[in-house]
């Protein structure tokens, strides 16, 4: 098993849909979960990180965290062609120090 | 406020030869990680510096080395190339590595293996 499992998409939405990019780990004693977003030929750039169980809402972008089913995802309202990435979901482990990333989902959003 | 740098943007390679690569961390960051990505995966873990040690690594081989320096930048070496070596490497800045692990990476490092 991974320790971050990603669905790796493509994941095709009509532009204004809700895209829904999910995530699960296997480390119950992982803390942190974040979202970053890699366009094509550049690096990643952070675009929510959850702490606890929960949504957490930043604009368009919304991230739920359900710690007892080891899953995490990422809400994106009103796509835009724009959020057109690869997005990888990362788990971070204070006690190891372990910060490991999931193979990516590719979106696109069609216009 | 200067971001994390990345040297060189890009390299070609031969096989047996050996690479360093260089980063400098985000302004006020202590922590220094570096990533491999290969086309079409996520990055893979390699090591984690702290206090100018390795805090953590991940499943590579002894030819990945490295090295933090006094003021944090850092170094990644690669011995004895294999194409399987071509990747972007990423290296990432974070202040401390018990904080939140919020990572800011560079543009990366292109390493090509021919």
């Known amino acids: 098993q991974k320790e971050v499992e990603q669905n790796s998409g493509p994941l095709s939405v009509p532009e204004g849909a809700i895209a829904s990019l999910n995530c699960t780990y296997s480390d119950r004693g992982s803390q942190s979960f974040f979202w970053y977003r890699q366009y094509s030929g550049k690096s990643p750039e952070l675009i929510m990180s959850i702490y606890s169980n929960g949504d957490k809402e930043d604009g368009r972008f919304t991230a739920q965290l359900n710690k007892a089913s080891q899953y995490v995802s990422l809400l994106i309202r009103d796509s835009q062609p724009s959020d057109s990435a690869t997005y990888l979901c990362?788990?971070?482990?204070?006690?190891?120090?372990?910060?490991?990333f999931g193979t990516g989902t590719r979106l696109k959003v069609l216009a | 406020d200067a971001g994390v740098t990345q040297s060189p943007t890009h390299l070609i390679k031969t096989r047996g030869q050996q690479v360093t690569l260089r980063c400098s961390p985000k302004?006020?960051?202590?922590?220094v990680s570096w990533y491999q990505q290969a086309l079409g995966q996520g990055p893979q873990f390699i090591f984690q510096y702290y206090e100018e040690e390795e805090r953590q690594r991940g499943n590579f081989p002894d030819r990945f080395s490295g090295h933090q320096f006094p003021n944090y930048s850092s170094e990644l070496n690669v011995n004895a190339l294999l194409l399987g070596d071509s990747a972007l490497y990423l290296c990432?800045?974070?202040?401390?590595?018990?904080?939140?692990?919020?990572?800011?990476f560079g543009e990366g490092s292109r390493l090509t293996v021919l």
């Open positions: 990362a788990v971070f482990t204070s006690g190891t120090y372990k910060y490991i």
């Open positions: 990432a800045s974070s202040l401390n590595p018990a904080n939140t692990g919020e990572l800011f």
């Open positions: 302004s006020g960051h202590d922590t």
